[in-house]
Structures are given as C-alpha cells and as structure tokens.
C-alpha cells in the first residue's frame, strides 16, 4: 500500500458534559490533525495522490473548525477526538474520491501522546 499524507494543527474548544469538571465545561484543545491517503498502486502520474489536493482540503477543514466550539462545527453534543477524526474524514472524502484514493486515515491528537482516529475507505 502506497501512502502520502499531510499535518496540521489548530485550537478549538469543546465539551463533555458527562464528566466532571473542568472536562464538563467548554475548553481548548491545541488538536494536531495527520491524515494519511493510501493506494494499492501509483496512478500514471506516479502518485497516490496530489499532495497539494490532500493538503487544500485537510487545511480547508481545519480552518471551518479553527477557534470554534466543536459541538457547531461537527454537529454533535459532545466531540470525542474520534468523532472529530471522523468529521474531517468526512470533509476529505469527496476531494480524494476524485483523486483516486482508496482509503484515508485521520489521527487527531489533543495532547502530545494522546490521539483518537479513524481509518476506512473512501
């Protein structure tokens, strides 16, 4: 499996209103996003991809939830780094799909060692 991908990082605030304070309240995360897009073999150009189509559409979907509550962007009462994994995962898989990818994988980190993610076709 062939593999390029991309990193980015921003903030954005959620909640979790099932747990105790200060998790119950609105705070920020400082997220860093990678996304990787794999392919079984290279297209005729040699690629899986063109970098500069994963790296657009993952800098366009970090800056739809850049400074914002998580619970608007995403559309959801409470925003797991799973859920916002699968939130971009949604927002790359129209401009891949063109692109030919087969799968696309989103890992999003809140801390320095700890990241939920998802991994699936497209």
């Keep these: 499996m ?19 304070p200060p998790e119950d309240e609105l705070h920020a995360h400082d997220y860093r996003v990678e996304v990787v897009a794999e392919r079984e073999s290279l297209d005729e150009r040699g690629m899986v991809c063109d970098l500069d189509v994963v790296t657009a559409s993952l800098a366009d979907a970090v800056d739809r939830a850049r ?41 999003v980190w809140e801390s320095e060692d700890a990241f939920g993610g998802i991994r699936a076709r497209l």
């Design 2 to 20: 062939f593999e390029v991908g991309a990193a980015a990082r921003f903030r954005a605030f959620h909640s979790m209103p099932s747990r105790p």
């Design 67 to 107: 400074d914002r509550d998580l619970a608007h962007v995403c559309a959801a009462e409470v925003v797991t780094v799973e859920a916002l994994a699968a939130w971009i995962h949604g927002q790359l898989t129209m401009p891949l799909r063109i692109e030919r990818v087969e799968f696309l994988a989103v890992r």
